[in-house]
């Protein structure tokens, strides 16, 4: 079973709607979270990172994390067609060097 | 503002030939990371280095080696390629002090015939 479990889609809505996007985690170390952004054959784009519990919110896009239910979301308002790619979590501990621990990624879909 | 640089950009080897792919951290950048994306799947941590020295190692075949140089650079070296290897090789880069913010570069996309 992966550390990081995350639905792998594809989720499509219309433009416009507000996209909720979650991830689910076994190792309570985890403390730093992160949101990326991939288009096809690029490199994955930082969009969001927390740290701990809590939330954040970055124009129109909020990242939310719920250490006590090992689960994190991304939500994102007002979606564009420019929006569709596949976003990935991923996380890593406090201690040591942060590799990443990544989800396997969704693929969202906005249609105009 | 700078980014990761990789190169090249793409690769097409012939089985049990070697492969060389570079990373060029954003200016500054203390750590380096590489990670492995297969088709379909998500990045796997492969190797680290902080300040020259390896930091990390992760699910890396001992076939792979790799060094930061005093610039900084990074270099992944691959030998006896194996068809299993053809993927989207990520270098990432960040300062040690911010945990929460590692930047990828567009990848090399290495192809084994």
Not at chain 1, 6 to 35: H, K, R
Not at chain 1, 66 to 72: G, H, T
Not at chain 2, 61 to 82: G, I, T
Not at chain 2, 96 to 111: A, E, H, I, N, S
Request: aromatic content about 14%; overall charge neutral.
């Amino acid at each position: 079973q992966k550390e990081v479990e995350q639905d792998p889609g594809p989720l499509s809505v219309p433009e416009g709607a507000i996209v909720s996007l979650n991830c689910t985690y076994s190792n309570s170390a985890f403390q730093y979270f992160m949101w990326y952004r991939q288009y096809s054959r690029k490199g994955p784009e930082l969009l969001m990172y927390t740290y701990s519990s809590g939330n954040k919110e970055d124009g129109r896009f909020t990242a939310q994390v719920d250490k006590s239910s090992k689960y994190i979301s991304l939500f994102i308002r007002d979606s564009q067609p420019s929006d569709s790619a596949t976003y990935l979590c991923a996380m890593s501990w406090d201690t040591g060097f942060q590799k990443l621990v990544f989800g396997t990624g969704t693929r969202l879909l906005v249609s105009p | 503002a700078a980014g990761v640089i990789q190169s090249p950009r793409h690769l097409i080897k012939e089985k049990r030939e070697t492969a060389t792919l570079k990373c060029y951290p954003i200016p500054r950048h203390d750590t380096v990371y590489w990670y492995q994306q297969g088709p379909g799947q998500d990045p796997q941590f492969l190797i680290s280095f902080y300040e020259k020295m390896q930091s990390d190692k992760g699910s890396i075949p001992d076939r792979f080696s790799a060094q930061q140089f005093s610039d900084y650079h990074s270099e992944l070296n691959m030998s006896s390629l194996e068809l299993g290897d053809s993927a989207l090789y990520f270098c990432a880069s960040s300062l040690l002090v911010r945990k929460d913010t590692q930047y990828f570069g567009p990848g090399t996309r290495l192809t084994v015939l």
